[in-house]
Every structure is written in structure tokens, then in C-alpha cells.
């Protein structure tokens, strides 16, 4: 067996992909990513700030985004510790792998998560895709694998194979009203998606 | 041709004399003439001799470079597809321990004592704890494991804190322990081969087998007089065969197209192929086609092709990564390969490797000192393969799957890689949990063994089948389909039809309490029901469920009546939600849609599938999801290509919050219910689960799931004959056993409680909120809203 390149699946996920882009997801994920972000940091006062403005998206673009957030999610988790391991504040933190209490296997399924997320940005949703399946057998409260598996469904015009991953990624998602607003956009965006190629109305 | 135009005259044979014997004399002229005679014969026949002899080497010319064409030119041999299992993920929270050891040992991991240099080897570290690791390489569908060199850092419990690369110090999130070959799906011809270009094979391994094989390989053109001759040579002093002189071309054409007959036909007809073969091919496709072609030992019954299968077999490792001493072992191996096989004969095959050394120290190829060390090396053979695993169940499964969409002759010589969601760990464990708890019940229970007292027939076996997979992705990772494969290949996972008893009433109870319940009580997980005989019309008939024990518990909750299995509370429940409810319920989350809407299904009185029970079950595991059960997660083609991928898909059937509440009830059923014998059977981690028992005591049932992990385990006999034992007696302990095991070592993790549930410390049996006299207190969920506001009235004020 070779890797030569991408299969004809990862064709389509990239070339579908650009039908899907449209400003209102754009905003939506954007904005998600920077609730999402506050959430994970847990500090209101980020939120005052106003919200850049929503990048033209380019597949995977508006994931890296999200990538971020699933950092300081990472940071928080590890106890101070990046997702490549480095360390961001206290040095003696690094020695810490998880923060008390925090489920091991939860940890180890969002770091996975990372690295689908590089993927993506790589451009290889195949190999996120297995990586993110991967994310939630071994921890099925990953709401953040759930919804990039979502995400590579709809750029892969399969948008009744992302709406459960997208409504599941949402019910697991932090309870932060902003973010939550945004992840319906996603799920709005996805449902429109599927009406469409359903050829029935929402 | 006409004789008497052209011939001498020679007079009829029956010319002679009654009585005359002897020769005529020559008279001098006739001498002359017979001489002249022949010389014209001669002259005559020889063109007509030499066109025929001309025509005949052109039609074998011929028809040897069409068999060439058509059978060396294009795809030279039927690959035949493999079956792999899932690969082991590694990740921190995993334990590292003995029985990781054991899993990198099954897979061929070898231990070392120094840092891992080579693929395929390990070491374990005390202080600090650690274990390093040298990955092999692996094409996985969608990325190639270079094989890489990690380090687990461990905790002092041994689990993994973080995994590092030892090369560069970075974290390591995406390690993995390769997958493992279940089987080849091979056709008549039972080979193993990997297909390799000449550019893979190391030069010295090339140096290697010229030198030992046909050291004038690139001088001659297919046959070689001067090697024929000297074997031959040898021979005759040998008096007996000894050399066959073959050129590797030779040997090629042998292999390829001929048999291993020692006649002089063959062996004539092996030197034409072989000197077409070099006139239509070049010396390169030759020899990668001989280093892919040549025979190199016994798999169990698969013959093993080609030095990078042989590599892999008896060294664990690529044939660029071989040593000089390994090269000189394979290139030793062609003469015999299972003589001087590593395996079999180690001490020949080392012998015949320092010959072969000797050989290339002779031929200038190594030098004294690279002979001494390469003489120095051990044999670094690894153990064989073992036999091939049992999950004879699970490939069945796969092959029925892929036959649906393949034909025979692709599966067998296109060379697809079959990846699948087996884990061959789990896979032994449950077959060994299936096993001994077969014996174990057949030693405690005489009466399993005894005759058949029904009838005059002999009882047949006891059964079980155990299907076992990840609720979050569908993945099956273990199946046993009955006791022995070998005797029986009924997969009765699939195929076994047998009523679920008590397995079925988790479903009254959903559609009961459940956000969408529609029955004219407003039934929650406290609300009380009577445990009294009753009698249920149901189209001009009556029905009268009975309790197993035959005794009745008065007022129960509704946690309590699925904790205790009580039939007859169940059937009340059922009634009220109306028994079409139910029905419809049960086909949602995954029942066959033949089943009936009458009330014996309340209490388990249709029948299903283990595979059906897995199935809903997984619903209530993964936050009222359903996933598709997968074996095969991805078929690749020889090229790389992904001819199918079975990405995971999730469907919702329930609410969340309602798929919560059933897995709250059931937890009730593990901490004081008829499967309270779990934790006294070691089994402590946070599990959900149900036995059954049918009314006539044939089958015996235990569906039960842990956040990761979801299994489901019948026990009966294939006819209806008298089990006797009970779900909690018969299939929970190897449920248990199974699940011991398939957990060990991975972290402990909780069913996530959903949006829209709350949790409240209750007393079961008083329905209030638990105080401090409350002998059984259990933390039940409740959706929002619906939890107990009042103490429990039984121990409390």
C-alpha cells in the first residue's frame, strides 16, 4: 500500500467544499471560535472586545480557528501546558500532565483532537477524519471531535451525515451562550444544506 | 518423399532365402554406390530436416514467448487480500503494564536492553518508569507510520503520562501499535508475497543471492553451458545430483511455469524459457521478478514468497533494514528453505549463513573484517507467526460482507488490504471468557452434561456468543459466534434467534419515563407500580405474567421493578404505555420491524439476535445515538487507493437526557439488582446492564456497557433444551471475565450526564430523597424538573 496522494474521497471533500462556504458560516464559526475561546479560558473580559471580522473561508479555514480555542482548552487541562507540550506560564507546570481530576482519557481525546485539527489544515480530512473518529471512542464527551467530524461531513456534501455529529458536538459543547448561538448557526447552516440536497424544505 | 526417385535401392526385407542368414557379399561397386547413396540421402533430407527442426523451435519459440506474454509481462501473481485488524491506539491514561508487554510480545516486539535501534523493539525503564518503544513501519489507509521512536513516560502505576519521540524530544498524540494480519483470503494457490521493486531490494542482498545462486548471472543469456557443465560435473563425481546448475533465470521459469520434476524434458524446456525470458526482458525484471518469486519457507499452510515477505516473517523488519548476517540467512534459504529455515533448523540455517558469508568474502564482495562481525551477529530471527488467530467468527462476518460487493477472483489476486475494527487482544480474551465460563458452568451444573431427559436424544453442547463493540463508533472489536468454531460455524451473534427475557424491559421502561412517554401515567423513575398478579385482555385473550420466583413485591418503583426484574410490574407498566408504544419503541432503537405489538414482548417474548440486543443497547450507551455496527472499516487496493471507507455515522433515536435515565435505572440494576453479583465478581469500574432470563429457562442473557465499552453475552443450547440458569448465573460472569480483561488497563471514565438531567441521592424503595437512615441510597438521574422534592418517608421524619 502506497500513499500517493489523495484518494478520490479527499477530492471531493476539498472540491465540495467551496459550495459550502458562505458568510453566514463564516461568521457563525468564527465568532464560535472566540466564544469558544472565552469559555475555555474562562475570563469574561475578552468578550467586551469586538469580533474581527470573519474571514473569507477557505477549506479548512475556519477550523484552525477553532484549534486555537481546542489550545486553551489543552492549556487549561494540562495545567498550564500546551498541546506540543510546551509550557505557557508556570514552568513547574509542565511537570503536571493533567490538572487534578481532570479524566485522563478526556485529555488524551482532545489532544488527538489537535492533531486531526492539523491535519485539516493540512489538508488531509481523510487522516483528520480517522483521527477524530479515534478522539471520540476513547472519550465520547469530546464535543469539539464530534463537531469537526461534522464539519469534514458537510465539506464532503453529506450534510445528513454531519447534522447528528454537528447536534451531538453542540449538546457537549460548554454552556456559553455565545458559543451555543454560534454552533446553531452551524447546525442551521447544516440542516439548510441537507434540505438542499434533499430537495425538501427545512 | 518418394524412394524410388531419390533413394538406393536396397531389396524388400523379405528378400531373403527361406534359411539364409548371413549378409550378402559386397561386390566393390555396389560399396561405391550405397555411399554415393547416403551422401544424396544426406543432401536430400538435411534442408528438409533442418526447415523442420527450424519450424519446430519457431512454433516453441512461439508458444514459450506467449506463455511469457500473457503470464510473465502483465500481473505475474494473485495477490491475495489481507485481513487486518484495528491498530492499538496509544494515548496517556493507558497502562503500560504486563500485559502491554504481552501485547508488543504477541505482535513480535522483541525487549532489549540498550535503546530500541531497530524496528519492532522495546524496553522497559524503572526509574524513571518508562517504556521505549520502536515502532514499525505501517501504510495505513490514509497515512504511512514511518516507525517511529517513542518513549512512554509512565507514572508509578505504570500509565502513561505522556508519550515523547526519542528522537527529537516533541510530543507524540497520533502513536499507534500497527494492526495485525487476521487472514488472506487466498485462492488456489496459497502464497504470501509483497510485490517490491528491484530499487527496494538492497544491494547487498542482490551481491548475496547472485553470488550463491548463479555468480555469472549477468554474463550469460539465460543458460549458462559453463555452470551446467560443471554441475554436472559435480554430479557425476557426486555420483547423484547435487548442482542443478540453474541460472536464476532458470530457476525462474522453473518456479513460474514449471514443475519440480528432475526429467531431462523439463529441464531442457527450462533452459528455452529461460533463454526466450532473457531475450524478451531485461537482467533487472529478472531478477526483481526472481526476488519476488522465489520461495523462502512455510507460513503454517501459506507458503511465504519473496524476500520482503520473508523479511518480515523471520526478522520482523523490511529488507532495507536487514543486516548483513539476516541477508546472508535469506540468500542461504533459497536452496532449501525449509532446511536451513530459522525457524526449524537454527543451527543449520546459521551454519549455511556462514557459508554464504564465506562465499562473499571469496567473491570479493566483503571484506575479512565484515565477515567476522557479520559471523558475530546472531541469528535476530523472531518468533513465528503464531497460528492464525481464532477469530474465525469475525472473519466469517467480513468475508460474507465483502462478498456482497467482490467477486472471488478480485479478493484472491488483487491484493485489497482489509482493514478491520477488530482488536485481537479483546478477541482472545473473549474467547477465552466464552471458554472458561462454558466449562465453569458445565463443572458446577451437572445436569448441562447430563442427558436429555426431554427426549431420547443426547443433549447437545452448551453454547454462548458474545459480541462486544465501542457504542460510540460501532466498531465491533470482538465476536465469538459458539463454542468452537471448528465444530460448529453458526455464528449464532447474528444468526441465533432467542427471546431476550428479560433484556427487553429496559425498552417498557423508556418509553415509560422516557421525554416522549404518551401513557396515561406519568411515570418517572420513582413513581411507584403495583407488583400484584393481574390479568391483561389483549385481543379476546388473557394474559397473566408471573414473576420468576413467583413472589410479589406490592409497591415498587419503578427503579426498583427493572433492579429486580419483576415481570409482572413491567407488564403493568407496559399496559399502561399501551404495548404498541413499546413495540414501536423496540423497532427505533434497533429491533427487527417484524416484531409484534402483543404484550408477551414486554417481558422478552419475541425473538432477536444477540446482535439486535448489542444494537439497542448501544442507543442507551451512546447518548441515545445509534451507530451501524462495522466490521470492515476501510478496503485499499494495491496502489494505495481506497476502494471503500465506512467512516462512523451516528443517527439519533432518543433524546440524550431520556437514553440517561435508562442507563441511570440500569446502573441501579449492577448496584443492588439481580446483577449486584458483578462487583463481587471484580468487576468495579461504572457499568449499565441487564440480565435475562427466559420463562422456559433455555436462554440466559447479560447486555451490559460501560462508557467505552458495550457487550452482550447469551448462553443456551441451539435446540430448546433446559438451560436452568439464570442471565446473572450464566452469561455474567463472562461477561465479567470479558470485560475484566478488555478494560484493564485503560482509564476509568463516567457516562456523561446530558443537558436537561439532574441527579438526586434517593431511597429506591421509598422513592424520596435518600436521608440519613436510608439504608440504600443510589444517585438516580431524573429529567429537569422531575427529580423528588420530599425526604424518604421510610427513614426519615
Given at each position: ?202 | ?533 393481574f390479568e391483561w385482555e389483549y385481543d379476546g385473550r388473557v394474559w397473566a405474567p ?25 407488564a403493568r407498566?407496559a399496559r399502561?404505555?399501551g404495548i404498541g408504544?413499546v413495540r ?12 409484534p405489538a402483543y404484550p408477551a414482548i414486554a417481558l422478552?417474548g ?192
Amino acid at each position: 500500500m502506497h500513499v500517493t496522494g489523495n484518494s478520490p474521497h479527499d477530492n471531493r471533500l476539498q472540491g465540495v467544499a467551496r459550495r459550502h462556504r458562505s458568510a453566514a458560516r463564516a461568521s457563525s464559526l468564527a465568532a464560535s471560535c472566540v466564544a469558544l475561546c472565552i469559555a475555555a479560558a474562562g475570563c469574561g473580559a475578552p468578550a467586551q472586545r469586538p469580533l474581527p471580522e470573519p474571514p473569507v473561508l477557505e477549506a479548512p479555514g475556519p477550523l484552525p480557528r477553532t484549534g486555537l480555542a481546542l489550545d486553551a482548552v489543552l492549556a487549561r487541562l494540562s495545567g498550564g501546558a500546551s498541546a506540543d507540550g510546551a509550557v505557557i506560564g508556570d514552568p513547574a507546570a509542565s511537570a503536571r500532565p493533567a490538572a487534578a481530576g481532570v479524566d485522563a482519557a478526556s485529555l488524551a481525546s482532545l489532544r488527538i483532537t489537535r492533531s486531526a485539527v492539523e491535519h485539516l489544515e493540512q489538508r488531509e480530512p481523510q487522516r483528520a477524519l480517522d483521527l477524530l473518529e479515534r478522539a471520540i471512542a476513547i472519550d465520547g464527551g469530546n464535543g469539539f471531535a464530534y463537531l469537526y467530524i461534522g464539519y469534514i461531513h458537510l465539506e464532503d456534501g453529506r450534510p445528513d451525515r454531519a447534522l447528528p455529529f454537528i447536534e451531538r458536538g453542540a449538546m457537549l459543547m460548554p454552556d456559553e451562550p455565545a458559543l451555543q448561538k454560534e454552533v446553531r448557526a452551524l447546525r442551521l447552516a447544516a440542516k439548510m444544506e441537507d434540505a438542499s440536497v434533499s430537495g425538501s424544505r427545512p | 518423399m518418394s524412394e524410388e526417385s531419390t533413394g538406393p535401392e536396397f531389396p524388400p526385407s523379405d528378400d531373403r532365402l527361406p534359411g539364409q542368414t548371413g549378409r550378402r557379399r559386397r561386390e566393390p561397386g555396389r560399396l561405391r554406390r550405397g555411399l554415393r547413396g547416403a551422401l544424396t540421402l544426406g543432401l536430400v533430407l538435411t534442408p528438409p530436416l533442418m526447415a523442420a527442426a527450424a519450424l519446430a523451435g519457431w512454433f516453441l519459440y512461439q508458444e514459450i514467448d506467449r506463455t511469457l506474454e500473457v503470464h510473465f509481462a502483465g500481473q505475474r501473481w494473485d495477490f491475495p487480500s489481507k485481513v487486518w485488524s484495528d491498530s492499538y491506539a496509544l494515548y496517556p491514561g493507558l497502562t503500560a503494564g504486563e500485559r502491554f508487554v504481552q501485547r508488543l510480545e504477541r505482535l513480535g516486539y522483541r525487549r532489549v536492553v540498550d535503546e530500541p535501534r531497530g524496528h519492532g523493539e522495546f524496553r522497559t525503564l524503572r526509574l524513571p518508569p518508562a517504556l521505549e518503544l520502536h515502532l514499525r513501519p505501517f501504510e495505513y489507509p490514509t497515512h504511512r507510520e514511518p516507525g517511529r521512536r517513542i518513549r512512554l513516560e509512565l507514572d508509578s502505576d505504570r500509565r502513561i503520562e505522556r508519550i515523547r519521540s526519542l528522537d527529537d524530544g516533541s510530543e507524540v498524540h497520533d502513536a499507534a501499535l500497527e494492526p495485525i494480519l487476521l487472514a488472506g483470503l487466498h485462492g488456489d494457490l496459497r502464497e504470501d508475497r509483497r510485490e517490491m521493486t528491484l530499487d527496494e531490494v538492497p544491494v547487498p542482498l542482490v551481491r548475496a543471492v547472485i553470488a550463491v545462486e548463479d555468480r555469472r548471472f549477468f554474463q550469460h543469456g539465460g543458460f549458462d553451458p559453463r555452470g551446467f557443465a560443471r554441475a554436472m560435473l559435480a554430479n557425476l563425481k557426486a555420483m547423484g545430483v547435487r548442482q542443478g546448475g540453474s541460472t536464476l533465470t532458470q530457476q525462474l521459469m522453473k518456479n513460474f511455469f514449471l514443475t519440480e520434476d528432475r526429467t531431462v524434458a523439463r529441464k531442457l524446456r527450462e533452459a528455452a524459457m529461460a533463454v526466450v525470458a532473457e531475450q524478451r526482458f531485461d537482467k533487472r525484471e529478472i531478477l526483481e521478478a526472481y526476488m519476488n518469486e522465489i520461495y523462502l519457507g512455510q507460513r503454517h499452510s501459506v507458503g511465504v514468497h519473496g524476500m520482503w515477505e520473508a523479511a518480515q516473517y523471520y526478522f520482523g523488519r523490511e529488507p532495507r533494514e536487514l543486516s548483513l548476517g539476516q541477508i546472508a540467512t535469506l540468500a542461504g534459504m533459497i536452496r532449501a528453505p525449509n532446511y536451513y529455515s530459522p525457524h526449524k533448523n537454527p543451527e543449520r540455517a546459521l551454519e549455511r549463513r556462514n557459508v554464504v558469508l564465506e562465499v562473499l568474502r571469496t567473491t570479493g564482495e566483503i571484506d575479512e573484517r565484515t565477515l567476522a562481525a557479520a559471523r558475530a551477529e546472531p541469528l535476530g530471527v523472531i518468533p513465528p507467526a503464531p497460528p492464525p488467530p481464532g477469530a474465525s467468527y469475525f472473519i466469517d462476518v467480513v468475508r460474507s460482507e465483502l462478498a456482497e460487493r467482490y467477486s472471488a477472483e478480485v479478493l484472491t489476486s488483487q491484493g485489497y488490504e482489509i482493514f478491520t475494527t477488530l482488536d485481537l487482544e479483546l478477541q482472545r480474551a473473549a474467547e477465552r471468557a466464552v471458554a472458561q465460563g462454558l466449562e465453569r458452568l458445565e463443572r458446577d451444573y451437572a445436569s448441562l452434561t447430563a442427558g436429555d431427559g426431554d427426549s431420547d436424544r443426547p443433549r447437545p453442547r452448551l453454547e454462548a456468543a458474545l459480541i462486544s463493540l465501542n457504542p460510540r463508533t460501532g466498531e465491533i472489536v470482538s465476536m465469538v459466534g459458539g463454542r468452537s468454531y471448528r465444530e460448529s460455524q453458526y455464528n449464532r451473534v447474528l444468526e441465533a434467534r432467542r427471546q431476550p427475557g428479560s433484556v427487553f424491559k429496559p425498552i417498557v421502561f423508556l418509553a415509560a419515563i422516557g421525554s416522549e412517554r404518551t401513557g396515561a401515567v406519568h411515570y418517572g423513575p420513582m413513581t411507584f407500580v403495583e407488583d400484584e398478579p393481574f390479568e391483561w385482555e389483549y385481543d379476546g385473550r388473557v394474559w397473566a405474567p408471573q414473576n420468576y420466583e413467583r413472589e410479589f413485591y406490592g409497591r415498587v418503583t419503578i427503579a426498583d421493578a427493572l433492579a429486580m426484574s419483576l415481570n409482572v410490574a413491567t407488564a403493568r407498566v407496559a399496559r399502561d404505555v399501551g404495548i404498541g408504544a413499546v413495540r414501536d419503541m423496540a423497532v427505533r432503537l434497533g429491533v427487527d420491524e417484524q416484531l409484534p405489538a402483543y404484550p408477551a414482548i414486554a417481558l422478552g417474548g419475541w425473538e432477536v439476535s444477540p446482535l439486535e440486543v448489542a444494537r439497542v443497547y448501544s442507543v442507551f450507551a451512546n447518548a441515545g445515538l445509534a451507530t451501524e455496527a462495522i466490521a470492515v472499516s476501510k478496503v485499499v487496493d494495491r496502489s494505495g487507493w481506497t476502494v471503500e471507507g465506512h467512516p462512523v455515522e451516528i443517527h439519533r433515536r432518543i433524546p440524550a437526557s431520556d437514553a440517561f435515565l435508562v442507563t441511570s435505572l440500569l446502573e441501579g440494576v449492577v448496584a443492588r439488582g439481580t446483577a449486584r453479583k458483578l462487583r463481587a465478581l471484580g468487576f468495579q469500574r461504572p457499568a449499565a446492564g441487564k440480565t435475562g432470563t427466559t420463562n422456559d429457562n433455555n436462554d440466559a442473557w447479560f447486555a451490559g456497557y460501560t462508557p467505552e465499552l458495550l457487550t452482550v453475552v447469551w448462553v443456551g443450547f441451539d435446540r430448546d433444551a433446559h438451560l436452568g440458569l439464570t442471565g446473572s448465573s450464566a452469561a455474567l460472569p463472562i461477561w465479567a471475565q470479558f470485560m475484566r480483561e478488555a478494560l484493564a488497563g485503560r482509564p476509568e471514565s463516567r457516562f456523561t450526564v446530558p443537558r436537561g438531567v439532574v441527579l438526586a441521592d434517593v431511597d429506591p424503595a421509598s422513592g424520596g430523597l435518600a436521608v440519613a437512615g436510608c439504608r440504600h441510597v443510589a444517585r438516580q438521574a431524573f429529567l429537569e424538573g422531575e427529580a423528588p422534592e420530599h425526604n424518604c418517608d421510610l427513614h426519615g421524619p
